[in-house]
Every structure is written in C-alpha cells, then in structure tokens.
C-alpha cells in the first residue's frame, strides 16, 4: 500500500523550485497544514480546473509559517519540491488524498545554447516588465526550465505541460518556444504605451 500523500487542489500550477504563499483558512485544510507540520511532511499541489483536476501536480514543502490568526487560520510560505502523478484519489478524509507516483526525469540534458537562449528571452520578457532578470547562476542545471518559467506569469496550460515533461531538453526547447510567441506582443504592447506616454517621438 502507497502511502498517502495530502493533497491540496488549487487554480494554480506549482513547479519545481517556485516559492508558493498560501493562506489557509478552510477548516479541512487547516487540520491538513497541522498534520504536515507536525509530520514535517510534504503535501501535493494539483491544479484544479472546473470540474477535473491534473494528474500530474508538485509536493510542496512548508518552508515557514509566517502568520497564525486567532482563529486558527494560518499563512504559510511552501516551495514546489518534486513532481508525482496521481495513482488513485483518496476520499476517506475531510481534505483529499492521492496514492501517488513520483517522476524523475529520464531524457537528456538541455544542450548550453539552448539554456543560454532561454535566458536571454526570459531577461527580455523580464525588461520588458520593468523587473530585473533573473540570475541563473545558483540554480541547478536540471531545474533552469522550472525557475524561467516560475518567475513569469505563463499560461497554467502551458505550465502543466512542462510539468509533465521527461527532461530538461525537452522543457528547454518547449519554453523557448513559448517565449518566442508571447514576445512580440509584449514588444508592441510596451512600444504602444510609450508613445502613448509621450515620451519621445513617434518613429
């Protein structure tokens, strides 16, 4: 028997590495955070689409409780750990549970030319928004897709794909893709509002 993993249906994809604030204020997720934190046990973050949910999410671990309310209601601050894909739900609780599988990446390694141009084009986006690129530095070569595409406002369709994805390779070259999409509009969208600022003349 697979153990049972909480799991917490949320609008919302968690990736690999990405901070995920929560505010917790359901009695039956409340009962659900206690238990995590006393079992220093991680939970799963699956994402919830009208009436279905994915069955591939990301555990999530508690990295702090930043507030606690007096009635019982709690903030905490949690970061996407591993991916798993859901074997079966589990009803047996006030909050779901899931017999889980954990996926570990069985592909090839993102080639540097792509990871560098990954970058590059999530730097532009970054500008673009007025915030400052990312350093990639620290960040663990097998997890650059997750961290690129964490920092950004994405499409959750396009989030859960990646989140499905076998290897960095692949995820690499499926985001430089999707940044190459979404680009142009961000180019025009800013340019449009600088002249509508005034700031400069219109070429």
Known sequence: MASLLPVFPLELV???????????FEPRYREMISECLERNQT??????????????????EIIAVTKKYPDGRMDIVTQGRERFEVVRLNHERSFLQAEIMLIKD???????KDVGQAVQLHGEIMRLAGAQPASIADIDVAQVAYFLA???????????????M???????????????????????SVRVR??????GHAH
């Open 194 to 199: 600088q002249k509508a600022s005034g700031n």
């Open 43 to 60: 939970f799963g973050v699956l994402r919830a689409k009208e009436e279905t949910m994915a069955e591939v999410g990301c555990t999530a």
């Open 14 to 24: 968690l990736l690999p590495g990405a901070p995920l604030p929560l505010h917790i």
């Open 106 to 112: 069985e592909g090839e390694k993102a080639s540097e």
């Open 150 to 164: 964490g920092s950004l406002p994405l499409d959750l369709d396009f989030k859960q794909s990646l989140l499905g």
């Open 166 to 188: 076998k290897s960095e390779s692949e995820r690499i070259q499926s985001l430089i893709s999707y940044l190459q999409s979404v680009l142009p509009n961000l180019r025009h």
